[in-house]
């Protein structure tokens, strides 16, 4: 089964960008790739997803700031992250899923904004 790792997160201004990845150990080329994200004492929340067609989907927080892509070639999915805000604050996770398999998760990275 693929295993999922993020990294890239951190400590960042307001106004300053991120850009996490979420590593593969096996090809990921077609599952639909998803970026969620968790704020301390609030639920899980939808981010962007990125389908195998190339097809991008972003939550309203992440419209037009966030951008996710592929690198099919490192099995890698990443998440460009502009204009950050202190309400971004969040641990967030990258998952794979695919049409009748278990859905998979990463364990999460951090990013906090705060000046």
């Known amino acids: 089964q693929v295993q999922l790792v993020e990294s890239g997160g951190g400590l960042v201004q307001p106004g300053g960008s991120l850009r996490l990845s979420c590593a593969a150990s096996?090809?990921?080329?077609?599952?639909?790739m998803g970026w969620y994200r968790q704020a301390p004492g609030k639920q899980r929340d939808w981010v962007a997803t990125?389908?195998?067609?190339?097809?991008?989907h972003y939550g309203n927080s992440a419209q037009g700031r966030f951008t996710v892509s592929r690198d099919t070639t490192k099995n890698t999915v990443y998440l460009q992250m502009t204009a950050l805000k202190p309400e971004d604050t969040a641990v967030y996770y990258c998952?794979?899923?695919?049409?009748?398999?278990?859905?998979?998760w990463g364990q999460g990275t951090q990013v906090t904004v705060s000046s």
């Open positions: 998952n794979a899923a695919r049409l009748r398999q278990t859905t998979i």
């Open positions: 990125l389908a195998p067609s190339g097809d991008q």
């Open positions: 096996g090809n990921i080329s077609r599952h639909t």
